[in-house]
């Protein structure tokens, strides 16, 4: 006879189911500790990806619409280009929140080919697949 069962009012059964429950509680308030909860991370391209697109889609959209590419300064943002006595010029600018904003500017006869800065434009879309 043990202990347990000589006392009275308490039977073995309860002490076990007893145990039990510590250790499944216990065992759970562990698994609960070891649990890390991470802040979330924006995933997506970094400045410098995004200006490289930009700068690749502005000359491809040139180069889409016969401009013939003659000056390009990466560092300052800007490709000049020639199309028939047309200056085509696009300029790449960050702007203060990480956006890259192009813009296109045309000189030069432009009345010979009033739609080239527009077609221009709507080839740098095309390739922004806007």
């Given at each position: ?63 889409d619409q016969g401009v013939t590419i003659e ?14 006595g047309i200056t085509i010029a696009a300029q790449l ?38």
């Open positions: 006879m043990t202990w347990l069962s000589a006392t009275p009012g308490f039977a073995r059964d309860d002490y076990t189911e007893r145990m039990q429950r510590l250790i499944c509680l216990l065992l759970l308030l562990f698994t609960l500790g070891g649990c890390v909860v991470y802040e979330p991370v924006a995933v997506g391209p970094t400045q410098q990806q995004r200006f490289d697109r930009s700068w690749s889609a502005a000359m491809g959209a040139m180069i000056a390009q300064d990466r560092g300052a943002g800007v490709i000049r280009g020639n199309r028939g600018q960050t702007l203060a929140d990480g956006s890259i904003q192009v813009r296109f500017d045309q000189s030069g006869q432009t009345s010979t080919d009033p739609g080239l800065i527009h077609r221009v434009s709507d080839s740098y879309d095309r390739r922004m697949g806007r």
